[in-house]
């Protein structure tokens, strides 16, 4: 997967406030998106409308659910990005430009080639995961070696069209941790926040839905 993009969000300060804005959730998935041009050679359009629409669906069950993030914040940010990867294969905003098809053979140009825009949507999660890590965790998670495997992202597609929600699992999966293929985005379900609570080291209010800012 290409986190070139990884670098450039690591340094703009606060990210992982940063991106629950509007205008830095649509930057950043623009950049990203120039990145990945900039790689692979093929070229996307971005449906505005549809994005932001993404962003607004994405703010409302991270606020939701915020709650959780006293128990395990780490896994808290990799399920948020689930979250969004969910909302961005659910709205689709993204079409590749007629004519336009990948031009090299780098690393993954046949993944990109399969399916560019869910591998467009995946590398700007992955890359905002990695870079709000290094921000406030020193070190990203690495990926996991099915992140590279064309017959994962054919699963990954197939399963994805079925249910949008199985993203998370996915995002899961390729960072290297046990995914929950039952509820996928049932945040109490998670393996990580089913440990912390087992666990006892913190208890957690009810969620409670308040409304991200839009900017």
């Known amino acids: 997967m290409d986190l070139d993009f990884k670098n450039e969000l690591a ?3 606060d990210l992982r406030h940063r991106l629950r804005q509007l205008r ?3 930057t950043t998935f623009r950049g ?4 990945v041009t900039q790689h692979y050679g093929i070229e996307f359009e971005v449906n505005e409308e549809k994005l932001t629409r993404v962003f607004l669906d994405w703010v409302e069950m991270v606020d939701a659910h915020k709650t959780y993030a006293q128990l395990d914040r780490a896994d808290f940010i990799i399920y948020s990005a689930g979250l969004a990867l969910k ?7 993204v079409t590749v430009v007629d004519g336009s098809a990948v031009s090299c053979d780098a690393d993954n140009a046949e993944i990109v080639a399969f399916w560019p825009e869910g591998f467009l949507y995946t ?11 290094e921000q406030e965790f020193t070190e990203a998670p690495d990926l996991d070696h099915c992140a590279d ?3 994962t992202w054919w699963s990954y597609r197939e399963n994805t069209r079925e249910m949008p929600a199985t993203a998370v699992a996915f995002l899961d999966r ?13 945040v109490e379900g998670r393996l990580a926040m089913r440990s912390a609570i087992e666990a006892g080291r ?14």
């Open 123 to 133: 590398n700007y999660c992955v890359c905002a995961i990695a870079a709000i890590f």
């Open 87 to 93: 909302e961005l294969i659910r709205h689709a905003p």
């Open 24 to 26: 830095w959730f649509r």
């Open 202 to 215: 913190k208890t957690i209010d009810a969620p409670s839905i308040v409304p991200g800012p839009v900017r």
């Open 149 to 151: 495997d064309l017959r």
């Open 174 to 186: 390729f960072l290297g941790a046990e995914p929950n293929w039952v509820a996928p985005d049932l």
């Open 11 to 13: 340094v703009m300060p």
């Open 32 to 35: 990203n998106a120039k990145a």
